[in-house]
């Protein structure tokens, strides 16, 4: 999708820039934006619903560790090769584009993988959260399809979100969304100013704490009326 968006909004502004974005800033926004799904994606929720469903989370439930460590254990040993995937993906962005593109600020870059960091965090602790509630209903799942479908619009997946109307873009700016895949691409692009990426940074752990205490507790409460099947 976003080599396809990429295309699109690259040939618009052939014509004249749409706000700050011409062809090559469109360029380097859609390959960044690749490159951070890439690195942050998780599988989780597909996961732990399943096992739920199956009954074999009580074989999780056996082992010392908590679900959760071992699950985000698996998620983060996918992570090298992610990286390996997404580098040669920056290659040819540096190839096409150079490095005009990108920001020229240190603290953006120093900023850059917390804010990686917190958009995995935030997305895995998302799906424990969605996860979690399959203990309650058979259909936790179709929640996170809920998610997918506003995450496409107001993520800046297929619109980088400052060309949204002023309105909107104030709300959109504020929602989970934005933290697991703008704000680092915003980062690296070197878009918002020092305070804003400040802020907005401490507003993406803040996201993370409170979804991850918020699966805790779904889960453990859950756990009270689970009952194995098969396994």
């Known amino acids: ?17 749409v706000g700050r974005f011409g062809a090559a800033q469109f360029g380097a926004y859609f390959l960044l934006t690749m490159a951070v799904r890439l690195l942050t994606g998780s599988w989780v929720v597909w996961e732990m619903t399943m096992e739920i469903r199956q009954g074999t989370l009580a074989r999780r439930l056996l082992r010392p560790v908590h679900p959760f460590l071992a699950y985000c254990a698996e998620q983060a040993a996918a992570v090298p090769l992610r990286m390996l995937i997404v580098l040669p993906l920056l290659v040819v962005m540096l190839a096409w584009l ?3 593109q990108l920001s020229g600020e240190p603290l953006h870059w120093l ?29 936790a799942i179709s929640l996170f399809e809920l998610w997918l479908a506003l995450y496409f619009v107001f993520s800046g997946y297929t619109i980088p979100l400052e060309l949204f109307p002023a309105g909107l873009r104030a709300i959109v700016a504020w929602l989970p969304f934005r933290f697991v895949l703008s704000f680092p691409v915003e980062l690296a ?42 396994g």
């Open 1 to 17: 999708m976003p080599l396809v968006m990429m295309l699109l909004w690259t040939t618009v502004a052939k014509d004249g820039p």
């Open 98 to 100: 150079g490095t005009s």
């Open 111 to 139: 900023l850059l993988p917390l804010a990686l960091a917190g958009a995995w965090a935030l997305l895995l602790s998302l799906m424990l959260l969605i996860g979690a509630l399959a203990l309650y209903w058979d259909s």
């Open 189 to 230: 692009l070197g878009l918002p100013p020092i305070r804003g990426a400040l802020v907005a940074l401490a507003v993406q752990w803040l996201y993370v704490t409170a979804l991850f205490a918020a699966a805790l507790t779904v889960f453990q409460r859950g756990l009270r009326r689970y009952a194995a099947f098969g």
